[in-house]
């Protein structure tokens, strides 16, 4: 089945810079690749998503990245603000059919004003 | 806050004890899903309906029940075999077929007296 590891697990920076967060899957069959953030207490809800036929997505101050070759993805964020604190979840999955996806393990990301 | 809900927002249990977890939407959605979450473990798969009366075991199964009766309606059954229920738990649906975006309710923490 599909492996997701999700890296770092804890990232603190100071507001206004930018923060990365990295995800590796193992089945090269999965094409889909959601971020969800999570704030304290709250439901995940989804920021961005890529499919595997694009290298790059962006909304606003948030892109995601994906490489196929290598089966990695990351999320970008630039010009962080205090709200942008959250755990934020990668998941990769095969779309279509059967819709299980495979959630990394979090990342607490933590802005300090 | 519409769309998904579950109930209740906080629950305990007593040992020896089944308790249900309750998760309705209104999204006219297909598919739903059960999930259990831990600190730094990320987003388990308990189990998932893709239609009325019919389900499938996710990765942590064991120690729980569930049952599709109505396409709005996916309860889940914590039941005294599982014997570290602690936990957040998250209910999920999509529209199948449909984009791969996945719905989260807003949780339930059960805690064990």
């Known amino acids: 089945g599909e492996n997701v590891e999700q890296h ?35 439901r ?24 196929k070759t290598a089966k990695h993805f990351s ?39 | 806050d519409g769309g998904i809900t579950q109930s209740p927002k906080y629950l305990f249990r007593k040992e020896g004890q089944n308790v249900t977890l309750s998760c309705e939407q209104n999204l006219n ?3 739903m899903y059960w999930y259990r979450q831990d600190p730094g473990q990320g987003l388990r798969l308990i189990y998932y309906s893709q239609i009325v009366n019919d389900f499938q075991k996710g990765d942590i199964a064991e120690g729980y029940s569930v049952s599709r009766e109505k396409k709005e309606s996916f309860p889940l059954t914590v039941t005294s075999a599982q014997k570290n229920p602690t936990a957040f738990y998250l209910c999920a649906s999509k529209l199948d077929p449909g984009r791969d975006i996945q719905y989260f309710g807003a949780g339930t923490r059960l805690s064990v007296l």
């Open chain 1, 44 to 67: 995940p809800q989804l920021i961005i998503d890529i499919r595997s036929n694009v290298g790059e997505k962006k909304d606003q101050r948030i892109a995601v990245t994906l490489n």
């Open chain 1, 8 to 42: 770092p697990s804890t990232l603190s920076v100071q507001e206004g810079d930018s923060a990365v967060i990295k995800c590796t899957y193992s089945d090269s069959a999965s094409n889909y690749f959601p971020w969800y953030k999570q704030e304290l207490g709250k």
């Open chain 2, 29 to 31: 959605h297909d598919a």
């Open chain 1, 75 to 113: 999320l970008h964020i630039t010009e962080t603000q205090p709200e942008d604190s959250a755990v934020y979840f990668c998941a990769a999955s095969n779309g279509g059919g059967s819709y299980i996806p495979t959630f990394g393990r979090g990342t607490s990301l933590i802005v300090h004003p």
